[in-house]
């Protein structure tokens, strides 16, 4: 009980326009008082007016009442305020500046529980309580506390705006139904809201399933990430190892050839020492021998010359010159071509796998999104050639020009039996599965459907399971003279713009982007998808009665 009396005092002296405590305290004729400064500067606002009133009961004082400071009030506050009491903080029963006041409370506000939308205003919990206890007023519809009520009344009528028009897009009143917005579409604000929160769901699931996907994406990167790193860390780890035992295979192959040479230096200056030796020993024979002749050539005796002659003049076997084969600075000059062809042809092969190497590491994919192209000229460079293919025609369906163009007759065809044959739906499907980025061009006569679709959708059974843009497999443009339709899973979503008669189709696989673009001297884009694609895709077309399409040549 104590601690409520404080509370009460507290409030007592507390500046309804400040919500602090009095400072140089004044009081007016009906009795509030506030701060000399807070009234003085409210007061200042209505000086042009010349009508002053008090900020809490909005009694009016002419003229402008002269303040006095209250003494008495005055010494009350500096008394409590030696006792330790404080400024009421604006808590969670008082509104402070950022919150929505009760319009019935006088003095001090506390904060709005609820907002009607009918009384359009305000009420904390104590007022009100009649919304729940009155019958009436239990009708009424409660919103959470809002500052923006007055922008539910009509401006030229001050009424409460519960239509809206859809010729104008805008909420209006009863009396501008029969006024300005009379003869216009309008429906009551209740079903518009329906309306739009219809809308509103489709686009947070578009929004919580594209959240998805790129978390999913994230995840793909991280992955994608880690094996980059993994992989890169385990091939240099490898090359090194490789290129280690490259080197020490070219290490063994050079001792092999410096011990092979040099076995073979000295096995043939050993036998060129030999050889030499001999020649030596027969060149100082010789010139004994010739010592030998000189002096019998000398004797003067004839008998005795000419008997020593026949045991001097005999000669031993010569070593002749031509058994000795000299080939001048050519003596191990093959080795060293052999070596150096040897290094050129590894020079090439490696040359050769570096470039392999090279591009390999340039082409890894790290599945990040590429910069959609911009004109035509950059989509062709992308162009892919497209045929389609008689297995999965319809039986309705007459292909020609090389199975490029597609037409719907009235008499079936004599197809052979297939079990990728479309037998319920007037549909075909390319030859070619579609990854990476591609894009091709498909140029339409009356009602054709430009599609991709996933191999195993349906051929036969529930036509919604094998209708392109009804099921989960397909994604479907719908092109008419009379405009255009968006079909995925069931649900259509109409598409804006021109009436395509080329309808050009850009794939990103990786990337998970679906564009379609209508082609005459310009492209103008008609929808996009962004996605998750699961598999290959393949180019797909159904086509209506009396309708055809054809393939187009890009390049």
């Known amino acids: 009980m104590a601690q409520k009396g404080v509370q009460l ?5 507390s500046c309804s326009i400040c919500l602090d405590l ?102 904390c919990q104590k007022h009100l309580q009649p919304h729940f206890e009155v019958a009436p007023l239990k009708k009424h519809k409660l919103v959470e506390p809002s500052k923006k009520l007055q922008e539910n009344v009509c401006s030229r009528h001050d009424e409460v705006m519960k239509i809206f028009c859809r ?32 809308e509103l769901e489709v686009s947070r699931q578009n929004i919580q399933q594209r959240i998805q996907d790129r978390e999913k994406d994230v995840k793909l990167l991280q992955q994608e990430a880690e ?17 280690t035992q490259l080197i ?15 076995s073979q230096q000295e096995s043939q200056v050993s036998r060129v020492k030999e050889l030499e030796e001999k020649l030596r020993q027969e060149i100082a024979e010789l010139k004994r021998k010739d010592g030998e002749l000189q002096t019998l050539s000398q004797t003067q005796d004839h008998n005795q010359f000419l008997h020593d002659y026949p045991s001097l003049s005999a000669l031993s076997q010569p070593t002749h010159s031509s058994s000795i084969h000299i080939r001048p600075l050519r003596y191990f000059e093959d080795v060293t071509a052999a070596v150096s062809a040897v290094r050129d042809k590894l020079q090439d092969v490696l040359t050769e796998t570096w470039t392999n190497i090279s591009l390999t ?12 192209p911009k004109t035509r000229e950059e989509f062709i460079r992308y162009s892919c050639d497209i045929t389609l293919d008689p297995n999965t025609a319809n039986s309705y369906l007459l292909l020609s020009d090389g199975n490029r163009k597609v ?71 719908d092109c008419s003279d009379s405009g255009s339709n968006f079909w995925y899973n069931g649900v259509l979503t109409p598409v804006s713009g021109l009436r395509a008669s080329r309808v050009g189709v850009y794939l990103d696989h990786s990337a998970g982007i679906l564009s379609f673009y209508s082609i005459s001297k310009t492209m103008t884009l008609l929808h996009r998808v962004h996605t998750t694609f699961t598999q290959p895709l393949h180019a797909g077309l159904w086509v209506y009665v009396g309708s055809a399409a054809e393939m187009c040549k890009l390049k």
């Not at 590491?361 to 959609?372: A, G, I, S, W, Y």
């Open 407 to 477: 037409r719907r007759t009235s008499q079936p065809q004599s197809y052979p039996g297939h079990p990728d044959r479309f037998t319920v739906r007037s549909q075909v499907l390319s030859q070619e599965s579609l990854t990476g980025r591609c894009y091709w061009e498909v140029e339409r006569r009356e009602i054709v459907s430009v599609a991709v679709a996933y191999k195993n959708i349906s051929r036969t059974g529930d036509w919604r399971q094998c209708r392109f843009g009804l099921n989960d497999k397909s994604w479907a443009l």
């Open 9 to 13: 005092d507290q409030e007592t002296i």
């Open 167 to 198: 010729t104008d897009q805008q909420s209006i009143c009863t009396f501008c139904l029969l006024d300005k917005h009379k003869g216009h579409d309008t429906v009551s604000a209740a079903a518009e809201r329906i309306e739009r929160q219809r």
């Open 361 to 372: 590491v340039t082409e890894v994919d790290v599945l990040l999104p590429q910069p959609e």
């Open 248 to 262: 020490r295979l070219m290490e063994k192959q050079c001792s092999d050839v410096t011990q092979q040479v040099r």
């Open 227 to 243: 094996v980059i790193n993994r992989t890169a860390d385990k091939a240099v780890e490898d090359s090194q190892k490789i290129f």
């Open 22 to 123: 009095l400072k140089d305290p004044v009081t007016v004729s009906c009795g509030h008082s506030y701060c000399m400064k807070c009234l003085q500067t409210h007061w200042d606002t209505e000086d042009e007016k010349k009508l002053y009133s008090c900020p809490q009961c909005r009694q009016i004082f002419t003229p402008r009442p002269v303040l006095q400071k209250n003494t008495m009030l005055a010494v009350l506050v500096e008394e409590l305020k030696k006792s330790g009491l404080k400024a009421a903080p604006a808590d969670h029963c008082y509104a402070g500046a950022e919150d929505v006041a009760c319009d019935f409370c006088t003095g001090r506000k506390l904060k709005a529980e609820k907002s009607c939308l009918q009384c359009l205003v305000s009420y």
